[in-house]
C-alpha cells in the first residue's frame, strides 16, 4: 500500500468534477480524469496536477455506455494499481428545457443514462474491485461519492428528468452504502447548490439577480471548489461513523423560512 491512493471522477473535465480533480490531486491521489468528449479540458486538468508533482490520467468514455464504463475502471486499474474512491459527477442537464408536458422519451433516455444509470452501474463495477482490492488487503477500504444536486428534492418542472435522477440518486446513495457497510466501502451523497460552470452559463444572469434577492442565506454563487472540498473531507476520513449521508453544499438553500 505504498503507492497513492487512486480516485475516478466521472465528467472530470469541466466544472465541479475538474474541481474536484484539483483538490484531490493536490492531496496526493492518482487521479483518473474522466471525460465523454472534450478531451483538451481533460488533458489540461491531467497538466495542471502533473504539473504540481502529482498523478493523473485522463480516459474518455461516455458513463451511459456499458463497455466504456467497464473500460474506465479497467484503464484506472492498469495506469495506478488500484481504485479507492469513486466520484459520479458526470451529468447533463434537460435536453431543451421543455416543460413537463413536453418532455420527451429521447430526452427521459439521455438524462437517465448519464446521470442514474452511468452511476449506478459504475458503482457496482467499482465496489466490485473495491471488494477485491481490500480483501488482497492491496487498499484499506473504499468510498463512493455521488454528486447529486438540489434538484433532488426542489422542483423545475423544464427538467423534470433531471430532477428525477437525482431524487433516486439520494435513494442509490441509500442502498449502496447498507449493502457495502460490511465490505470497508462507505457512500456519500454531496448536494450541490446553484455552482458557476458550463451547465448553469445559460442561466447566470436569471441567478445574479436571484442570489442578490437572498434566494440562499449566503449570498454569492457557489464555486466547483466549494463541492471538492467537501469531498476532501469526505475522501480525508472526516466522517468515519457516518454513511449514505446528504451533505449540502448550497449556500444554505435547504433551509426552509416564513
Ligand atoms: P458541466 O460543467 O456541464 O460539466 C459536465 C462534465 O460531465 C464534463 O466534464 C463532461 O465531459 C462530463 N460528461 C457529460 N456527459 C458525460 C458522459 N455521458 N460520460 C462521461 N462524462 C460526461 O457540469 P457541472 O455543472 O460541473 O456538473 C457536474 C455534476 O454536478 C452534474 O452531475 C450536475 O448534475 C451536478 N450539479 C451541478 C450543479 C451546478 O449548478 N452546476 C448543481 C448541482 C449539481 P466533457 O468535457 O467531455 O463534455
Redesign the pocket.
Known amino acids: 500500500m505504498g503507492e497513492a491512493r487512486a480516485v475516478l471522477v466521472?465528467?472530470?473535465?469541466?466544472?465541479?468534477?475538474?474541481?474536484i480533480c484539483l483538490e484531490l490531486g493536490r492531496l496526493g491521489y492518482a487521479v483518473a480524469v474522466?471525460?465523454?468528449?472534450?478531451?483538451d479540458?481533460?488533458e489540461e486538468v491531467v497538466s495542471r496536477i502533473t504539473a504540481a508533482g502529482g498523478q493523473a490520467v485522463a480516459v474518455?468514455?461516455?458513463?451511459?455506455?456499458t463497455d466504456?464504463r467497464r473500460e474506465l475502471i479497467e484503464k484506472t486499474l492498469q495506469d495506478f494499481g488500484r481504485l479507492d474512491v469513486l466520484v459520479?459527477?458526470?451529468?447533463?442537464?434537460s435536453p431543451g428545457r421543455k416543460d413537463l408536458l413536453e418532455a420527451t422519451e429521447e430526452g427521459w433516455d439521455l438524462v437517465f443514462?448519464?446521470?442514474l444509470k452511468?452511476a449506478f452501474f459504475l458503482s457496482q463495477l467499482a465496489a466490485k474491485e473495491m471488494i477485491r482490492l481490500i480483501r488482497q488487503e492491496r487498499i484499506p477500504d473504499g468510498k463512493i461519492i455521488n454528486?447529486?444536486?438540489?434538484?433532488a428534492y426542489v422542483v423545475s418542472t423544464n427538467r423534470a428528468d433531471?430532477c428525477m435522477?437525482?431524487a433516486a440518486m439520494g435513494m442509490m446513495t441509500k442502498l449502496f452504502a447498507q449493502r457495502l457497510a460490511d465490505e470497508r466501502i462507505r457512500v456519500y451523497e454531496i448536494?450541490?447548490?446553484?455552482?458557476?460552470?458550463?451547465?448553469?452559463?445559460p442561466v447566470k444572469e436569471k441567478y445574479d439577480r436571484l442570489i442578490a434577492e437572498g434566494l440562499w442565506p449566503i449570498r454569492r454563487w457557489?464555486y466547483?471548489s466549494d463541492?471538492a472540498r467537501a469531498v476532501a473531507a469526505v475522501v480525508s476520513d472526516y466522517f468515519p461513523f457516518s454513511t449514505g449521508d446528504r451533505i449540502n453544499v448550497?449556500g444554505g438553500f435547504h433551509i426552509r423560512r416564513l
Open positions: 466521472t465528467g472530470g473535465s469541466r466544472g465541479i468534477g475538474r474541481g474522466n471525460y465523454a468528449r472534450r478531451r479540458a481533460a474518455q468514455g461516455d458513463v451511459a455506455l466504456d459520479n459527477n458526470a451529468g447533463i442537464t443514462g448519464v446521470n452511468g454528486i447529486s444536486s438540489i434538484s433531471y435522477t437525482k448536494c450541490p447548490g446553484v455552482i458557476e460552470s458550463d451547465m448553469t452559463a457557489g466547483p463541492v448550497d
